[in-house]
C-alpha cells in the first residue's frame, strides 16, 4: 500500500516474479488499505508510512489489532528514527527505507553484470 503510483508499479512486479507470492491488492491511501486487509485477509502487508487519509502508523496500528497474526512491513523514504520507532511501536514487524531498497537492486545488478563499485571506475 504507497500512495505514490510509480513505486508502487514499479514494486508489484518485483513482488510477483518471486514464486511464492502473489499481489492481491494495492490502495493508495491508509484508509483503502485498512479497508483492502479486512476484505482480503492477506497474509502480508507492505505499507507506506506516508498516505492520505490515515497515515501509516495509524493504520499498522488498527491492522495489528485487527489481524494480529499479519505480517506488516513498513516502506518508507523518510529516515526519521521517530517515526520508525512509531510504526514498529503500533506493531510493524519491520521498516525498510525505500533508497535501501533501491541501492540493494542496484548493487544487486552491478554484482551480475560484473561492473565497477561506486566511485571505482
Known amino acids: 500500500m504507497d500512495d505514490d503510483v510509480g513505486f508502487l508499479d514499479a514494486l508489484r512486479p518485483l ?3 518471486q514464486p511464492s507470492l502473489t499481489v492481491v491488492g494495492a490502495a493508495h491511501d491508509g484508509l483503502a488499505a485498512i479497508e483492502l486487509v479486512d476484505t482480503l485477509d492477506p497474509d502480508a502487508v507492505v505499507i507506506d508510512l506516508h498516505m492520505p487519509l490515515v497515515d501509516g502508523v495509524a493504520a499498522v496500528a488498527r491492522l495489528r489489532k485487527d489481524h494480529p497474526r499479519l505480517c ?3 516502506l518508507t523514504g523518510d529516515p526519521d528514527r521517530q517515526l ?3 510504526v514498529t511501536e503500533a506493531g510493524a514487524d519491520a521498516v525498510v527505507l525505500k533508497q535501501d531498497l533501491v ?3 542496484v548493487e544487486r545488478i552491478r554484482a551480475l553484470r560484473g561492473g565497477p563499485e ?3 571506475r
Open 103 to 105: 541501492e540493494s537492486l
Open 118 to 120: 561506486p566511485g571505482r
Open 15 to 17: 513482488i510477483e516474479q
Open 84 to 86: 520508525h520507532k512509531a
Open 72 to 74: 506488516l512491513l513498513a
